[in-house]
Protein backbone atom coordinates (compact mmCIF):
# COMPACT_ATOMS: atom_id res chain seq x y z
CA UNK A 1 0.00 0.00 0.00
CA UNK A 2 1.17 3.04 -0.93
CA UNK A 3 0.95 4.84 2.77
CA UNK A 4 2.20 8.39 3.46
CA UNK A 5 5.24 8.95 5.74
CA UNK A 6 3.26 10.76 7.79
CA UNK A 7 4.69 14.31 7.54
CA UNK A 8 8.18 13.03 7.48
CA UNK A 9 9.97 16.49 8.88
CA UNK A 10 7.65 15.45 11.87
CA UNK A 11 8.52 11.80 11.42
CA UNK A 12 12.88 12.75 11.15
CA UNK A 13 12.90 16.43 13.11
CA UNK A 14 16.60 16.66 11.32
CA UNK A 15 14.76 16.55 7.90
CA UNK A 16 13.53 20.18 7.03
CA UNK A 17 11.70 21.37 5.38
CA UNK A 18 12.49 23.58 2.30
CA UNK A 19 11.58 27.34 2.65
CA UNK A 20 7.46 27.74 1.60
CA UNK A 21 7.35 23.69 1.86
CA UNK A 22 4.45 24.00 3.49
CA UNK A 23 2.79 26.91 2.40
CA UNK A 24 -0.02 26.11 0.26
CA UNK A 25 -1.22 28.51 -2.95
CA UNK A 26 -3.53 30.80 -2.43
CA UNK A 27 -6.08 29.33 -5.12
CA UNK A 28 -5.38 25.41 -3.41
CA UNK A 29 -5.74 27.06 -0.11
CA UNK A 30 -9.12 28.95 -1.33
CA UNK A 31 -10.68 24.86 -2.40
CA UNK A 32 -9.24 23.29 0.23
CA UNK A 33 -10.53 25.44 2.68
CA UNK A 34 -14.03 25.80 0.90
CA UNK A 35 -13.94 21.92 0.70
CA UNK A 36 -13.34 22.04 4.79
CA UNK A 37 -15.95 25.05 5.13
CA UNK A 38 -19.00 23.19 3.63
CA UNK A 39 -18.25 19.79 5.09
CA UNK A 40 -18.02 21.40 8.45
CA UNK A 41 -21.05 22.82 7.82
CA UNK A 42 -22.92 19.71 6.16
CA UNK A 43 -21.75 17.86 9.36
CA UNK A 44 -23.31 20.89 11.93
CA UNK A 45 -26.72 20.76 9.87
CA UNK A 46 -26.53 16.74 9.55
CA UNK A 47 -26.82 16.81 13.46
CA UNK A 48 -29.37 19.25 13.87
CA UNK A 49 -31.20 16.88 11.26
CA UNK A 50 -30.98 14.14 13.76
CA UNK A 51 -31.34 15.65 16.78
CA UNK A 52 -34.06 18.34 16.43
CA UNK A 53 -35.54 16.18 13.18
CA UNK A 54 -35.37 19.66 11.15
CA UNK A 55 -36.35 16.90 7.91
CA UNK A 56 -37.21 20.18 5.57
CA UNK A 57 -33.06 20.76 5.70
CA UNK A 58 -32.30 17.30 4.51
CA UNK A 59 -31.84 19.00 0.69
CA UNK A 60 -30.24 21.79 1.36
CA UNK A 61 -27.74 19.93 3.39
CA UNK A 62 -26.77 17.37 1.00
CA UNK A 63 -26.53 20.99 -1.47
CA UNK A 64 -23.79 22.09 1.28
CA UNK A 65 -22.38 18.66 1.25
CA UNK A 66 -22.34 18.62 -2.49
CA UNK A 67 -20.86 22.39 -2.98
CA UNK A 68 -17.85 20.72 -0.36
CA UNK A 69 -16.77 18.09 -2.89
CA UNK A 70 -17.34 20.57 -5.75
CA UNK A 71 -14.43 22.73 -3.92
CA UNK A 72 -12.70 19.16 -3.17
CA UNK A 73 -12.51 17.86 -6.77
CA UNK A 74 -11.24 21.93 -7.94
CA UNK A 75 -8.26 21.44 -5.41
CA UNK A 76 -7.58 17.85 -6.95
CA UNK A 77 -7.49 19.01 -10.24
CA UNK A 78 -5.84 22.26 -9.37
CA UNK A 79 -2.95 19.87 -8.10
CA UNK A 80 -2.96 17.73 -11.22
CA UNK A 81 -2.54 20.74 -13.31
CA UNK A 82 0.05 21.78 -11.49
CA UNK A 83 2.52 19.15 -11.26
CA UNK A 84 1.28 17.49 -14.49
CA UNK A 85 0.55 13.91 -13.13
CA UNK A 86 -1.55 12.01 -11.14
CA UNK A 87 -1.56 12.40 -7.00
CA UNK A 88 0.06 9.36 -6.22
CA UNK A 89 3.69 11.00 -4.83
CA UNK A 90 3.36 12.69 -1.06
CA UNK A 91 1.30 12.83 1.87
CA UNK A 92 -0.69 15.60 0.76
CA UNK A 93 -1.69 13.88 -2.17
CA UNK A 94 -2.69 10.71 -0.94
CA UNK A 95 -4.73 12.77 1.96
CA UNK A 96 -6.56 14.90 -0.36
CA UNK A 97 -7.31 11.84 -2.76
CA UNK A 98 -8.46 9.51 -0.30
CA UNK A 99 -10.45 11.72 1.48
CA UNK A 100 -12.46 12.79 -2.68
CA UNK A 101 -12.83 8.60 -2.41
CA UNK A 102 -14.68 9.05 0.40
CA UNK A 103 -17.09 12.48 0.13
CA UNK A 104 -17.91 12.01 -3.03
CA UNK A 105 -19.74 8.12 -3.39
CA UNK A 106 -21.56 9.38 0.47
CA UNK A 107 -22.84 12.39 -1.95
CA UNK A 108 -23.70 10.78 -4.66
CA UNK A 109 -25.23 7.83 -2.92
CA UNK A 110 -27.29 10.57 -0.42
CA UNK A 111 -28.13 12.59 -3.76
CA UNK A 112 -29.46 9.21 -5.51
CA UNK A 113 -31.47 7.51 -2.09
CA UNK A 114 -33.26 9.73 0.32
CA UNK A 115 -33.10 6.93 2.74
CA UNK A 116 -29.02 7.54 3.01
CA UNK A 117 -29.32 11.30 3.23
CA UNK A 118 -27.65 10.68 7.25
CA UNK A 119 -24.74 8.67 5.95
CA UNK A 120 -22.45 11.76 4.94
CA UNK A 121 -22.66 12.28 8.60
CA UNK A 122 -21.04 9.18 9.86
CA UNK A 123 -18.37 9.61 6.99
CA UNK A 124 -17.74 13.42 7.56
CA UNK A 125 -15.53 13.72 10.41
CA UNK A 126 -13.24 10.97 8.56
CA UNK A 127 -12.92 13.72 5.52
CA UNK A 128 -12.16 16.72 7.83
CA UNK A 129 -9.58 14.85 9.47
CA UNK A 130 -7.62 13.89 6.40
CA UNK A 131 -7.67 17.07 4.77
CA UNK A 132 -6.75 19.04 7.92
CA UNK A 133 -3.89 16.18 8.07
CA UNK A 134 -3.14 17.43 3.97
CA UNK A 135 -3.23 20.84 5.13
CA UNK A 136 -0.48 20.23 8.16
CA UNK A 137 1.73 18.11 5.12
CA UNK A 138 1.39 20.32 2.34
CA UNK A 139 4.20 19.18 -0.06
CA UNK A 140 5.06 22.05 -3.16
CA UNK A 141 3.97 20.13 -6.67
CA UNK A 142 7.13 18.58 -8.15
CA UNK A 143 7.71 16.51 -11.13
CA UNK A 144 7.65 12.43 -10.70
CA UNK A 145 10.84 11.16 -10.40
CA UNK A 146 12.03 7.62 -11.90
CA UNK A 147 10.76 5.08 -9.59
CA UNK A 148 6.95 6.76 -9.62
CA UNK A 149 6.79 6.90 -13.33
CA UNK A 150 5.04 3.29 -13.36
CA UNK A 151 1.93 2.21 -14.42
CA UNK A 152 1.68 0.02 -11.75
CA UNK A 153 2.28 2.23 -9.27
CA UNK A 154 -0.60 4.36 -10.45
CA UNK A 155 -2.94 1.19 -10.45
CA UNK A 156 -1.66 0.39 -7.38
CA UNK A 157 -2.60 4.14 -5.41
CA UNK A 158 -5.67 4.01 -7.38
CA UNK A 159 -7.14 0.95 -5.57
CA UNK A 160 -5.68 2.06 -2.14
CA UNK A 161 -7.99 4.82 -2.33
CA UNK A 162 -10.39 3.24 -3.49
CA UNK A 163 -10.70 0.15 -0.65
CA UNK A 164 -9.89 3.00 1.61
CA UNK A 165 -13.20 4.86 0.21
CA UNK A 166 -15.20 1.62 0.43
CA UNK A 167 -14.07 0.61 3.90
CA UNK A 168 -14.73 3.77 5.13
CA UNK A 169 -18.99 4.19 4.00
CA UNK A 170 -19.01 0.61 4.79
CA UNK A 171 -18.18 2.15 8.59
CA UNK A 172 -20.37 4.38 8.13
CA UNK A 173 -23.12 2.28 7.16
CA UNK A 174 -22.50 0.02 10.07
CA UNK A 175 -22.14 3.39 12.42
CA UNK A 176 -25.75 4.25 10.79
CA UNK A 177 -27.17 0.60 11.91
CA UNK A 178 -25.95 0.51 15.09
CA UNK A 179 -27.58 4.13 15.88
CA UNK A 180 -31.20 2.62 14.63
CA UNK A 181 -30.78 -0.91 16.32
CA UNK A 182 -29.92 1.03 19.16
CA UNK A 183 -32.97 3.19 19.15
CA UNK A 184 -35.33 0.33 17.96
CA UNK A 185 -34.43 -1.85 21.04
CA UNK A 186 -34.84 0.61 23.18
CA UNK A 187 -38.27 1.77 21.64
CA UNK A 188 -37.16 5.52 21.15
CA UNK A 189 -38.42 7.69 18.66
CA UNK A 190 -35.98 7.54 15.67
CA UNK A 191 -36.41 11.34 14.29
CA UNK A 192 -33.88 11.87 11.46
CA UNK A 193 -32.96 7.91 11.29
CA UNK A 194 -36.50 6.83 10.37
CA UNK A 195 -35.61 8.12 7.19
CA UNK A 196 -32.69 5.35 6.84
CA UNK A 197 -33.15 2.14 5.23
CA UNK A 198 -34.61 -0.91 6.98
CA UNK A 199 -31.95 -3.04 9.09
CA UNK A 200 -31.56 -5.61 6.78
CA UNK A 201 -31.15 -3.54 4.14
CA UNK A 202 -28.59 -1.21 5.52
CA UNK A 203 -26.63 -4.57 6.53
CA UNK A 204 -26.97 -5.48 2.96
CA UNK A 205 -25.46 -1.82 1.86
CA UNK A 206 -22.76 -2.56 4.93
CA UNK A 207 -21.78 -5.84 3.44
CA UNK A 208 -21.33 -4.75 -0.55
CA UNK A 209 -19.07 -1.51 0.70
CA UNK A 210 -17.17 -4.25 2.12
CA UNK A 211 -16.88 -6.53 -0.50
CA UNK A 212 -15.83 -3.31 -2.66
CA UNK A 213 -13.02 -2.98 -0.41
CA UNK A 214 -11.83 -6.63 -0.10
CA UNK A 215 -11.74 -6.79 -3.75
CA UNK A 216 -9.92 -3.35 -4.57
CA UNK A 217 -7.35 -4.05 -1.58
CA UNK A 218 -6.69 -7.27 -3.45
CA UNK A 219 -5.82 -5.60 -6.56
CA UNK A 220 -4.00 -3.31 -4.44
CA UNK A 221 -1.98 -5.36 -2.95
CA UNK A 222 -0.99 -7.27 -6.07
CA UNK A 223 -0.10 -4.06 -7.77
CA UNK A 224 2.05 -2.97 -5.33
CA UNK A 225 3.84 -6.29 -5.49
CA UNK A 226 4.60 -6.01 -8.94
CA UNK A 227 6.07 -2.54 -8.47
CA UNK A 228 8.06 -3.39 -5.37
CA UNK A 229 9.51 -6.15 -7.78
CA UNK A 230 10.22 -3.35 -10.38
CA UNK A 231 11.76 -1.09 -7.71
CA UNK A 232 13.41 -3.37 -4.96
CA UNK A 233 14.04 -6.41 -6.47
CA UNK A 234 11.91 -8.61 -4.71
CA UNK A 235 7.43 -8.57 -4.84
CA UNK A 236 7.21 -8.95 -0.87
CA UNK A 237 9.17 -8.38 1.89
CA UNK A 238 7.26 -7.80 5.09
CA UNK A 239 7.38 -4.16 5.34
CA UNK A 240 5.10 -2.96 7.86
CA UNK A 241 2.74 -0.90 5.96
CA UNK A 242 2.50 -4.18 3.66
CA UNK A 243 2.10 -6.61 6.75
CA UNK A 244 -0.52 -4.20 8.05
CA UNK A 245 -2.42 -3.65 4.46
CA UNK A 246 -2.17 -8.14 4.41
CA UNK A 247 -3.50 -8.03 7.73
CA UNK A 248 -6.63 -5.48 7.01
CA UNK A 249 -7.35 -7.50 4.11
CA UNK A 250 -7.44 -11.15 6.04
CA UNK A 251 -9.92 -8.97 9.10
CA UNK A 252 -12.28 -8.06 5.93
CA UNK A 253 -12.02 -11.30 4.51
CA UNK A 254 -13.23 -12.70 7.76
CA UNK A 255 -15.99 -10.63 8.01
CA UNK A 256 -17.01 -11.59 4.97
CA UNK A 257 -16.26 -15.44 5.75
CA UNK A 258 -18.83 -14.76 8.57
CA UNK A 259 -21.34 -13.25 6.94
CA UNK A 260 -21.75 -15.88 4.05
CA UNK A 261 -20.44 -18.79 5.85
CA UNK A 262 -22.21 -18.69 9.31
CA UNK A 263 -24.28 -15.90 8.05
CA UNK A 264 -23.95 -12.89 10.62
CA UNK A 265 -25.79 -10.39 10.41
CA UNK A 266 -27.43 -7.26 11.86
CA UNK A 267 -25.71 -5.56 15.19
CA UNK A 268 -22.54 -8.50 15.44
CA UNK A 269 -21.69 -8.06 11.60
CA UNK A 270 -22.06 -4.37 11.82
CA UNK A 271 -19.86 -4.15 15.24
CA UNK A 272 -17.09 -5.78 13.40
CA UNK A 273 -17.23 -3.60 10.35
CA UNK A 274 -17.28 -0.48 12.40
CA UNK A 275 -14.11 -1.94 14.46
CA UNK A 276 -12.13 -3.07 11.30
CA UNK A 277 -11.63 0.66 9.90
CA UNK A 278 -9.01 0.54 12.90
CA UNK A 279 -7.15 -1.98 10.73
CA UNK A 280 -7.08 0.49 7.82
CA UNK A 281 -6.38 3.31 9.84
CA UNK A 282 -3.22 1.88 10.94
CA UNK A 283 -2.38 0.99 7.60
CA UNK A 284 -2.37 4.30 5.96
CA UNK A 285 -1.31 6.31 8.52
CA UNK A 286 -0.37 5.09 11.42
CA UNK A 287 2.30 2.18 10.97
CA UNK A 288 4.86 5.26 10.28
CA UNK A 289 4.65 6.63 13.91
CA UNK A 290 5.09 3.27 15.13
CA UNK A 291 7.92 1.73 12.59
CA UNK A 292 10.13 2.68 9.88
CA UNK A 293 8.84 1.44 6.00
CA UNK A 294 10.36 1.24 2.69
CA UNK A 295 6.96 3.42 2.22
CA UNK A 296 8.43 6.70 3.23
CA UNK A 297 9.32 7.34 -0.61
CA UNK A 298 10.87 10.67 0.58
CA UNK A 299 14.11 9.90 -0.39
CA UNK A 300 13.31 8.55 -4.16
Known amino acids: MHSPSVCRSLQNPRRRPREGARKVSSSEALFIWGAIVCYAASTVVSLILVIFQKDKWARFNLWIAAAGVAFHLAALVYRVGVTGHVPVKSDYENALTGSLFISLPAVLIAARSRKLLVLPLAVMPLVLFLLGFALVCHEPGSPLTPPYKSTWLVVHVTFAQLSYGAYSLAFG ?22 RLPDLEDLDDVMFRFVLLGFVASALMIVAGAFWADALWGNYWSWDPVETWSLLSWIVY ?12 RGKRIARLVVFAIIFVLISFWGVNFLASTQHDFSAL
Not at 253 to 264: A, C
Open 173 to 194: AGVCHLLKERRLRRGLDLGMLN
Open 253 to 264: GLIIHLRVVHNW
